[in-house]
């Protein structure tokens, strides 16, 4: 069971990207989960969450750019990045909690590998 970061890639300033976060192997469903990045020489910070219900939480410096969504049917969220700027150029990583077991509501907690995000002024 593994979770699949992708989508990141070298964009203008004001572009946009789609970063994507499929599970993978004997999964039977994602509950809550989120994207976090890492900037060179910065400490991981929070971008955006989302509950199972589909309650979303986002930093104060994503807000109104980004968007986290998420579809039940493929185990897989999406985080929309719109109007990049420099300052969103880092890794990006996926975490989410993923149902393991069948007919069973435990989870266990991955975090995806990262996507490079590169945001060029």
């Known amino acids: 069971v593994q979770l699949q970061a992708s989508g990141g890639g070298l964009v203008q300033s004001g572009g946009s990207l789609r970063l994507s976060c499929a599970a993978a192997?004997?999964?039977?469903?994602?509950?809550?989960g989120g994207w976090y990045r890492q900037a060179p020489g910065k400490e991981r910070e929070v971008v955006a969450t989302i509950t199972g219900d589909g309650n979303t939480k986002y930093g104060d410096s994503v807000k109104g750019r980004f968007t986290i969504s998420r579809d039940n049917a493929k185990n897989t969220l999406y985080l929309q990045m719109n109007n990049l700027n420099a300052a969103d150029t880092a890794v990006y990583y996926c975490?989410?909690?993923?149902?393991?077991?069948?007919?069973?509501?435990?989870?266990?907690?991955?975090w995806g590998q990262g996507t490079q995000v590169t945001v060029s002024s």
């Open positions: 192997g004997s999964v039977f469903g994602i509950g809550g």
């Open positions: 975490n989410a909690d993923l149902r393991v077991l069948r007919f069973s509501e435990y989870t266990r907690n991955y």
